[in-house]
């Protein structure tokens, strides 16, 4: 037999603050273990979702389409027709928040000083803006007006590196579906900023009418690029999309058009559950030591309580009691302590000293910490089981004193 | 039957190389409602007596049944239901929880049995008063002298009516007045309820409440005699 729960719980509450001091130490060490997991893996899933977003927007989109060569081979010859009515009916549905047609083709560009190979993309600027160009990462001049604009819009690196300027031209070379030079010469519009100096230097925006016209490809395109609602499950758009276009088209996720940035995203988890599992191994040692310490102090109660009529069993649920009302004191308090710490830096920690690893990782050298519901779940579901857990020892070895020799102890 | 019924009850320890000897060879009758007192000096085996007969200790060999149950056989479990449903404790040292008033300490064994709060309440209360304690119902142990400790201690061990007392030097820590209070109390509730009770005692006083007074001497039965209980 047991006490009734809310006995047990008045009593291993009382117990508990026997010895303040160790109860306080206790409780702030699970506390800044919470803490710890809560807020180093909210600047992980920052840092990761941080990559993927990078990642994504340099893709661009959660899913593209392209005919089935392109990948293997970008070139002009493998393009594809702009979307049918099929197609479009689903690139407009309520799934899709945005999608835009574009030519991306390899290209050289040359300046009267130096010539670079770059990626032309012939784009519809307000299907860009709509996929997350930002508009406020033109640095210099303007961004195309239309898919008929001629200019030419490059990046702040590409710039240095050709040793040109706002307002000049330069000349882009191409082949077109025949083989032969398609060539043409661009007024430099617009420059652009980016999180990564590689997109800064390799790609180069130009109107999607223009481009079409200088290749000799008539209306067709290399991809269609589509944004949905939320990059983890590209999975709804890409199944939609696939049962409306041709089958020499390829559909496919940006799990699968970058897989280092799905394999990044799939490792995270496992990291984090390793990093939580971690933490809480440092923080059983503290806590195993507190209950067996509050075991050793009670023998004699623990005898007299079984003397009483109390099972091993209920001693067992008396100590496991215990052991949950410091747990969930701990995680209340390392969970405001993490949240109050995660709100405060919603705007993002400036970690600009080391952007330069940070580039190379395909991050950018903001650090916006993302707290995500089922990450506070997972910190607080290993804490409470692997908590409990490791109270069963100190509360088995409780239930194995004889009552005699129990109350015999002083 | 007996209610309860001791056979041939050993239990030593080893102390370096000497043997003590807690129960030598002990083989007792006891019958429901029996007031029985326990005497001897210390080390004479009082205590591991009424050990064993709670299911407190372990024998080393003997057999001892309550209501015609092997309780030498039961497990742990079990012998926390027989203790928890009918056997009320007074132990030589007060033994209250510390973090619990006196009417949660007497309360307790109630909690464990499950019975209702407002009827634990009534009893606690109600009990409380007979052993002198009226207004220290919410007083920590550590707020009581010790003879009030062991008032509280005697409380918890008669509240639920047991049909068996085990009690280990209960006057111990009482001045004669309240000895007597408490000593009048078990007899009443011997009389009315049947409860048996085994007294474990060194003071003459509480002998001769006892209809029936079994002397031991290193754990053996060196007499045991019937006598007119004042």
């Known amino acids: ?410 | 039957m007996s209610a309860i019924s001791c056979t041939d009850l050993c239990k030593y320890y080893q102390q370096g190389d000497a043997v003590i000897k807690g129960l030598d060879h002990v083989s007792l009758e006891i019958d429901q409602g029996s007031f029985i007192c326990l005497s001897g000096p210390s080390g004479s085996g009082k205590t591991t007596l009424l050990n064993a007969i709670g299911g407190l200790d372990s024998l080393d060999s003997g057999e001892i049944s309550i209501d015609g149950e092997r309780i030498d056989l039961m497990g742990k479990a079990a012998l926390a239901d027989l203790r928890l449903h009918h056997i009320g404790f007074v132990f030589q040292a007060y033994n209250l929880i510390p973090v619990l008033s006196a009417r949660e300490n007497v309360e307790f064994v109630m909690q464990v049995q499950g019975v209702g709060a407002a009827e634990r309440k009534n009893r606690s209360f109600k009990i409380l008063q007979e052993v002198g304690l009226e207004g220290m119902e919410n007083r920590r142990p550590a707020q009581l002298s010790g003879g009030q400790q062991q008032r509280v201690a005697v409380a918890r061990a008669i509240v639920s009516q047991p049909k068996l007392v085990l009690a280990d030097e209960p006057t111990a820590n009482l001045d004669s007045r309240s000895m007597e209070k408490l000593m009048a109390h078990f007899r009443e509730l011997n009389r009315a309820h049947k409860v048996t009770f085994l007294i474990a005692t060194h003071d003459a006083r509480v002998m001769q409440w006892a209809d029936r007074r079994i002397s031991m001497e290193d754990g053996r039965v060196i007499k045991d005699e019937l006598q007119q209980a004042v």
Request: proline share 4%; net charge neutral; glycine share 10%.
């Open chain 1, 1 to 410: 037999m047991a006490l009734p729960i809310r006995a047990m719980s008045k009593l291993s509450w009382r117990n508990l603050w026997r010895n303040y001091r160790r109860t306080l130490i206790m409780l702030l060490a699970i506390a800044v273990g919470v803490w710890a997991m809560i807020f180093m893996t909210a600047l992980l899933r920052g840092m990761v979702d941080d990559m993927i977003k990078q990642g994504i927007g340099a893709l661009p989109g959660h899913v593209q389409i392209h005919a089935v060569a392109y990948r293997d081979d970008p070139s002009v010859t493998h393009g594809m027709p702009a979307p049918g009515e099929v197609l479009l009916a689903v690139l407009n549905s309520e799934q899709v928040k945005a999608w835009t047609s574009r030519v991306k083709v390899p290209a050289m560009i040359s300046s009267e000083y130096e010539n670079r190979g770059i990626s032309l993309l012939g784009v519809n600027p307000d299907g860009e803006m709509a996929l997350g160009f930002d508009a406020s990462d033109i640095i210099e001049g303007r961004f195309l007006n239309g898919s008929d604009d001629r200019g030419i819009v490059i990046g702040r690196k590409l710039m240095q590196r050709l040793e040109t300027r706002l307002g000049k031209r330069v000349v882009v070379m191409s082949q077109d579906p025949d083989n032969a030079i398609a060539d043409r010469g661009f007024r430099i519009v617009g420059v652009f900023k980016a999180e990564l100096e590689s997109r800064e230097e390799s790609i180069v925006y130009a109107g999607r009418d223009v481009v079409q016209s200088m290749l000799g490809i008539g209306t067709d395109i290399s991809e269609i690029a589509v944004l949905g609602y939320d990059y983890h499950t590209p999975g709804a758009i890409t199944s939609g999309i696939g049962n409306a276009v041709a089958a020499d088209r390829e559909v496919l996720s940006w799990l699968e058009l970058d897989p280092y940035l799905a394999t990044m995203m799939k490792v995270m988890d496992g990291f984090v559950l390793v990093w939580m599992v971690v933490i809480f191994l440092a923080l059983s040692f503290g806590l195993v030591n507190t209950l067996m310490m509050a075991v050793f102090e009670r023998v004699r109660e623990i005898g007299l309580m079984r003397a009483l009529g109390m099972r091993p069993s209920a001693i067992v649920y008396q100590i496991l009691v215990e052991s949950l009302l410091l747990l969930a004191l701990g995680l209340l308090l390392g969970n405001l302590l993490a949240i109050g710490t995660i709100i405060p830096l919603k705007d993002g920690i400036d970690i600009s000293a080391v952007s330069q690893g940070m580039e190379m990782m395909g991050a950018s050298s903001v650090l916006y910490p993302v707290l995500q519901w089922p990450d506070l779940v997972l910190a607080n579901t290993v804490v409470i089981v692997l908590g409990l857990l490791t109270s069963l020892i100190p509360a088995w070895r409780a239930a194995q004193y004889r009552p005699v020799e129990a109350l015999g102890r002083t």
